[in-house]
């Protein structure tokens, strides 16, 4: 017998992503039969790490924003040991994934290229992308100095090969 768990008026299917803070879930909407993905936060673990603010600004932040390029939040419920954060379904993997991928793909087309300022140019636009990121998304510390380490170990490795 397959048992079906459900959140609300959503059907949990697999993981799709899974944090220090969150595990993030397929589901569906039983009602619509939309797609989305269920971020499920255990309230112990925001409570032990004094997170609650950093959860609460992230949601008034998502519920504010309408923008293409953001993903959507549709809506918060909560249970006595669990939030949550009913977002929009996005394919096509990882945003850190992505923005390594970035990072990588145009500091190789830059190492053809001398030491001059157009090779500068481009690294300081790679560097203000994921600045501009990081403060529009107002994220975390933790994330934050996740980004700038990958920045430090991609400088390194473009400043030897070079």
Do not use: W
């Not at 390594?100 to 140019?121: A, F, G, H, I, R």
């Amino acid at each position: 017998m397959v048992v079906v768990r459900k959140v609300g008026k959503y059907e949990l299917g697999r993981t799709i992503g899974e944090g220090t803070f969150a595990k993030v879930k397929f589901a569906q909407n039983t009602e619509t039969g939309e797609s989305v993905a269920m971020k499920i936060v255990d309230r112990n673990t925001i409570l032990k790490r004094k997170m609650v603010d950093q959860i609460k600004r992230e949601i008034s932040i998502m519920k504010l924003v309408r923008h293409p390029c953001v993903v959507r939040l549709y809506e918060v419920l909560a249970s006595r040991t669990k939030i949550y954060i009913i977002l929009e379904y996005i394919t096509g993997g990882e945003l850190f994934d992505k923005i390594v991928s970035y990072l990588t793909s145009q500091l190789k087309s830059l190492q053809v290229m001398t030491l001059e300022e157009d090779v500068v140019y481009h690294f300081v636009l790679c560097c203000r992308f994921v600045m501009d990121v990081l403060v529009k998304l107002k994220l975390g510390s933790t994330f934050t100095s996740l980004l700038m380490e990958l920045i430090t170990v991609i400088v390194k490795g473009f400043t030897t090969e070079i």
